[in-house]
Nanobody, 115 residues
Framework: QVQLVESGGGLVQAGGSLRLSCAASGSIFRINAMGWYRQAPGKQREMVAR???????YYADSVKGRFTISRDNANNTVYLQMSNLQPEDTAVYYC?????????WGQGTQVTVSS
């Protein structure tokens, strides 16, 4: 079972940027797709970005053009570069495989965007 640890969250003003990192305890090289998910208070968890082993990417409409997902298989790390952050991006951000594995959820990293 791959264990995942997210980091890089924080408090930023609207229009700011953050880079999230997701470190995997085991090799993600053979995992086809990795994703970033987020959960805002009172809302369901949603996937915002996905990257396959072939580096094909998908973005939710709400983040398209502002977020960029990337992966470094050699270092077992997945990244999420977030730009032009808006208050509606405030949430706890998680990474996981796509489709997600129940046992692989980490503690997440909090992103708070002030207006």
């Amino acid at each position: 079972q791959v264990q995942l640890v997210e980091s890089g969250g924080g408090l930023v003003q609207a229009g700011g940027s953050l880079r999230l990192s997701c470190a995997a305890s085991g090799s993600i090289f053979r995992i086809n797709a990795m994703g970033w998910y987020r959960q805002a208070p009172g809302k369901q968890r949603e996937m915002v970005a996905r990257i396959t082993s072939g580096l094909s990417t998908y973005y939710a409409d709400s983040v398209k053009g502002r977020f960029t997902i990337s992966r470094d298989n050699a270092n077992n790390t997945v990244y999420l570069q977030m730009s032009n952050l808006q208050p509606e991006d405030t949430a706890v951000y998680y990474c996981n495989t796509v489709p997600w594995r129940p046992g692989s959820w980490g503690q997440g990293t909090q992103v708070t965007v002030s207006s």
